[in-house]
């Protein structure tokens, strides 16, 4: 089945915007093809400028940089391909370095999701709200994060917010991978896959993926979506995930 990449891209920005204003810690603006945002937080990835659009307008991005800029934080802007080069000049007369690209993943065939979900020796449950610091802890060491600056992003009412899932995974006894999904109208996204560092390489993450990709389309969802980091890809990728954008990252020296 091929997935419009615009429809994933709108999906992600929804998901995006429905997470800011659960949370709203800064502000949000979403107009032009364009959403912009600052969680008040030290953390590049946390604050910035996402163009759903590939011709996002110019001086709405241009008015969304300054606003960042005045925030005195740090922040990134995403971009996807075909995206005029005017666009990430602004970004590059800031001073912004470009980082890698990042994969935009998509999977509409589950096949091979429910034998990485059945992992020997593995238990995979939800959260309750009260049970987020489980979710912190794990993903906040994985991603080599503040403990006490991520916990302030991912709260308890999250957790209670509709379509929202987060799952901890257990295995001898210890609690050692994490993840989230958000299913909103005809997609999941899946973030914040984590697996502490002393329990990698068991297929843990992998597992946790494929419970979050299975319980969003039994959900409702036709398809599941993520933004992948180097490390993830081919553990996507073995799931059935295929990449369908690389997006165009700049991140602020501030």
């Known amino acids: 089945m091929a997935t419009d990449p615009d429809l994933v891209a709108k999906a992600m ?5 429905y997470l800011f204003e659960i949370v709203p810690l800064g502000w949000m603006r979403r107009e032009a093809g364009v959403l ?31 606003h960042l800029d005045a925030a005195a934080l740090p922040y990134c802007m995403q971009l996807r391909p075909g995206t005029p080069e005017e666009i990430p000049d602004l970004a590059r007369a800031r001073g912004m370095a470009q980082g890698e690209s990042i994969p935009l993943m998509v999977l509409d065939a589950p096949s091979q999701l429910p034998a990485a979900r059945e992992l020997e020796g593995l238990s995979v449950r939800i959260l309750e709200p009260a049970e987020i610091g489980v979710h912190v802890r794990i993903a906040a060491e994985a991603f080599g994060l503040p403990e006490d600056i991520f916990s302030q992003l991912m709260r308890g009412e999250l957790l209670a917010a509709e379509g929202l899932r987060c799952y901890v995974g257990s295995a001898g006894g210890e609690d050692v991978a994490t993840g989230m999904g958000i299913t909103i109208g005809p997609g999941v996204g899946i973030v914040n ?19 979050v990709a299975l319980d969003g389309m039994a959900a409702g969802a036709d398809w599941a979506w993520l933004q992948s980091s180097a490390s993830g890809y081919n553990v996507y990728e073995r799931l059935g995930f295929r990449p369908l954008e690389h997006w165009e990252c700049f991140v602020s020296g501030a």
């Not at 912009?36 to 940089?65: F, K, Q, Y």
């Open 36 to 66: 912009a945002g600052a969680t008040g937080l030290p953390l590049a990835m946390l604050n910035g400028i996402w163009a759903e659009s590939r011709h996002p307008d110019a001086a709405t991005v241009a008015g969304m940089l300054e």
């Open 13 to 17: 920005a929804d998901t995006s915007q």
């Open 193 to 211: 896959i984590a697996t502490a560092a002393a329990h990698r390489g068991h297929g843990y993450g992998a597992a946790i993926t494929a419970q």
